[in-house]
């Protein structure tokens, strides 16, 4: 393991180093990967350095006792020696986990979509609810949130919502919340106190950069048209909404969030091409689907992954079997609980697959 390390710390060093050479620092692409890696060099290495001193610790202890001529010093060395092997076992856990390949989509922000599904009104109130328990869980997160376009629902909630969020690697931490989402409820609606199911559809896409697409505008058809919704008096008078066609594909992107013309075609822009890269991405992932047990199921957007059961306030993860009875927290943000679990789970899946971390 220590070996490892080492070869961590090399690639540290060397990484501090690129970093402030002027070319890298012009090659803004380069620049931004290896910020990137020694973010991501920068965990281990501290992690690294406390393994290092309680091994030292370790050590040194047992060469106290084994001493043992100051009954005091062996008294220290016994409670050292106690808090390192207490320690020790958990840090290697942590290191073992750090050390496994990350996803180089996982720092990127994200833009997620969620579509009401089967279930008439009462799936656009669910795709609402959805909606609040995202935005709730990204403010816990401070990530920032911004509303792309939606299109609202007849009896609430939204037939579809498009919103971009933006933090600390979001892409790695709500990439498992894509696929079909089931809710089990009496609606609003029933007057005979029925449980229906409905459901609604999210789709986690890592938001793609320029230099990840490139798009050719000339394969892009643009039309302009007036917002609707709230918004006061420039709704329905000002061409400020936009509508983006990429022609060779097909994908469609429109925003008409923004009051000006012009930042509302930067955020259509912008999901277009993080469309146009999930395009790649999922034929990717597919491929990396039939190699290994993958939560992230992008390619396959029928995939049932979780149910919201009212009646009996639990929330069930199908992909890893797991079941919650704290309904109520969950779908008021606390999603937590259930990406840590199925983290722990990709994790220990990855783990098996390298075989040897150590």
């Keep these: 393991m220590l070996e490892k390390l080492q ?4 690639r540290f060093d060397e990484v501090s180093d690129l970093i402030i050479q002027p070319d890298i620092i012009a090659d803004q692409k380069r620049y931004v990967q290896l910020n990137k890696e020694y973010k991501d060099l920068q965990k ?3 992690k690294a350095n406390e393994y290092k001193t309680l091994t030292s610790n370790q050590e040194e202890a047992e060469e106290i006792i084994k001493d043992g001529s ?3 010093m062996v008294e220290m060395a ?3 020696l106690e808090e390192a092997k207490e320690k020790l076992p958990q840090l290697e856990e942590e290191i073992k986990y750090l050390l496994i390949p990350k996803d180089p989509e996982d720092a990127k922000n994200v833009v ?3 579509r009401a599904g089967t279930g008439g ?3 656009s109130i669910f795709a609402g609810d959805l909606y609040r328990m995202y935005t709730k869980y990204c403010q816990d997160q401070n990530w920032s949130v911004s509303l792309v376009d939606s299109s609202e629902g007849t009896a609430g909630g939204f037939k579809e919502v498009i919103f971009e969020v933006s933090g600390e690697d979001v892409y790695g931490t709500m990439k498992f919340e894509s696929g079909v989402h089931r809710v089990q409820r009496v609606p609003q609606t029933e007057t005979q106190g029925r449980v229906h199911t409905s459901a609604a559809t999210v789709m986690v896409l890592p938001e793609a950069e320029e230099f990840d697409v490139e798009i050719n505008m000339n394969d892009v058809r643009i039309d302009y048209f007036c917002s609707s919704g709230p918004g006061g008096q420039s709704v329905n008078t000002t061409y400020s909404a936009v509508r983006l066609t990429h022609e060779p594909t097909g994908i469609v992107a429109q925003c008409q969030d923004q009051k000006s013309q012009h930042k509302n075609k930067d955020k259509a822009l912008k999901v277009l091409r993080s469309r ?6 999922s034929k990717k992932l597919e491929a990396d689907a039939q190699k290994r047990n993958s939560l992230v199921s992008s390619g396959d957007r029928s995939a049932k992954i979780r149910t919201y059961n009212y009646p009996q306030g639990r929330v069930t993860d199908h992909r890893i079997g797991l079941t919650l009875y704290d309904l109520q927290n969950i779908i008021n943000g606390d999603v937590q609980k259930l990406i840590d679990e199925l983290q722990l789970f990709q994790n220990t899946e990855k783990l098996k697959e390298s075989g040897e971390v150590f």
């Design 276 to 281: 146009l890269y999930e395009l790649e991405l």
């Design 78 to 80: 016994k409670m050292e």
């Design 70 to 72: 100051d009954a005091e």
């Design 44 to 46: 281990l290495v501290d």
């Design 112 to 114: 997620v979509e969620i």
């Design 121 to 123: 009104d009462e799936a």
């Design 7 to 10: 070869i961590i710390q090399q």
